[in-house]
């Protein structure tokens, strides 16, 4: 059979899902940019079920294995990529494919780039979004992709939550509208202890976590893995969180860091000799939630 | 003849648009699902017929359900550069009309192995390609091309809409003209029957 055209939107609609099953979110995406009831039939592929991650480092967007990288307009791409010119929601960019699997479009201003480029993939693949990985952006940006989200759904398996400027008001109101499932990652300092959280998730990392008290603490039911940084936590609080665990509180703890300069000197968990050999240190290694960690 | 036996020696007669009758394996037509719920177990009491689709293109997809009769259970989509020789063959001597046709019969039927590569080669036609190429392969009106249609669209619509509205001012001079006697008729009969009922509830 020749290539010859054909109606595409005329097939049944079970064929027409197959065609689309058979295309990558880069062609499911170019498809859409062909017209209005051609976008209309995206989620006919099980778009729904892509996975949608954004990225800070590199600042990109992530649809199963295709990455929509985001540029700044002043860096031109060299001449024998191929090229195209999309519409993300109301700018028509250039886009450059650097590989099968990666391209990136091109912003005067790439924090613009990720929201617009983000908006409009949800939009188009209509997905959850698995995962926010992005800190260092400005605050209206990074609060207006969290209004987006929560307008959407009120999970998120993964979220970091670090924008620049961002309020204890931005950070509370992150925490009301949206649950983290499985992992939260946070460098924002609370300049006052928020009076209540929610710190559910299944892994914790809390970068400036002077802001975390016993109360914080104990809503770490969850926890698989906790490590806070830079906290205030002293001798008795720890004793206090150490003997609720030994209680069973923390039934799935596997992992926890606490680093304090709140701790003495001479502390030591539940009144046992410290865990870590300082002589002759022995490192293990276990796979936790899928990364490797040092135990002692 | 027909039988609800599930021997793949048992033949099938099928009926095609033109009325035409042809025999196909039961072993063949197995691989439909649309047959296997309708008729396997209860059998079919003559042709049975596909009426929607003509013959040349029940023959076809037919054909290659007896093709691959043999061929171990189908385990999801295969890819294109996997097909044999024969399969190869098989789609490249469709014409596009004959290949359309191809995709809704099997896909009426639901075979699913057939309806797969099909959709697998229509994908390909799309892979890869920029929104101009996409445009002409599946021939999508462009951004003009919807505009220019809107247009004319929108001046049939004022068209029609004058005439509408010509046509409710006659309707509503002729209403009244016609509608004054009617009344009139309507009131007095009802004037005559209230006066009757009255008359016969005071005997």
Known sequence: MTEQPFKLLHLPAVALRNVLQFLNPFDLFELSQCSQ???????????????????????????NDHVFHIGYNRSPPPSW???????????????VYLSRQQLISYWDDRFVGLKTVFFHLS?????????????????????????????????????????ENLTDTNVTEIFERLRVTDHLSMCHRFSMPPPSISLNSKSMFIWNSGWITTEHLN?????????????TLTDDKMTLFLNDWKS?????????????TFLSKTFTPLGLPPLQDTVNPQFHMKTILGVEKFIY | MTSPASSSEVKYLIESSEGNTFD??????????????????????????????NEATLKKVFEYCEHSVNEENYSGPKHQDDLSKWDLNFFNEMDQKMFIDVINASNFLD???????????????????NTQE???????????????????????AAAAKKVAEKAAETAEKTETLEELPVQQLVQTTRNKLTRKYLSFSNE
């Open chain 1, 37 to 63: 009831k051609a976008t209309y039939i995206i989620p006919l592929s099980g778009s729904r079920k892509f996975k949608l991650v954004v990225n800070a480092s590199p600042l990109s967007i992530s649809v």
């Open chain 2, 134 to 156: 996409m445009i002409k392969v599946i021939t999508l009106p462009t951004a003009e091309e919807l505009e220019a249609k809107q247009k004319v669209e929108e001046k049939k």
């Open chain 1, 81 to 95: 990529f191929l090229k195209r010119t999309w519409k993300f929601m109301d700018s028509t960019v250039r886009v």
């Open chain 1, 123 to 163: 939009k188009i693949f209509n997905c959850a979004i698995e995962s926010a990985k992005f800190y260092s952006i400005p605050a209206v940006i990074y609060m207006s992709i969290i209004d987006f989200i929560s307008s959407r759904q009120s999970e998120i398996k993964e979220l970091f939550v670090g924008g």
């Open chain 2, 24 to 53: 196909v394996s039961g072993a063949a037509l197995r691989q439909s699902n649309t047959f296997n719920a309708m008729f396997l177990n209860i059998g079919a009491d003559g042709p049975i017929p596909f009426t929607d689709y």
């Open chain 1, 219 to 231: 809503s770490m039911k969850n926890g698989i893995v906790i490590h806070l940084d830079h906290s």
């Open chain 2, 111 to 129: 075979i699913e192995r057939l309806t797969s590569y099909c959709c697998e080669r229509i994908a390909r036609m799309l892979r890869g390609k």
């Open chain 1, 248 to 260: 069973g509180q923390f039934p799935n703890l596997q992992y926890l860091y606490i680093q304090s």
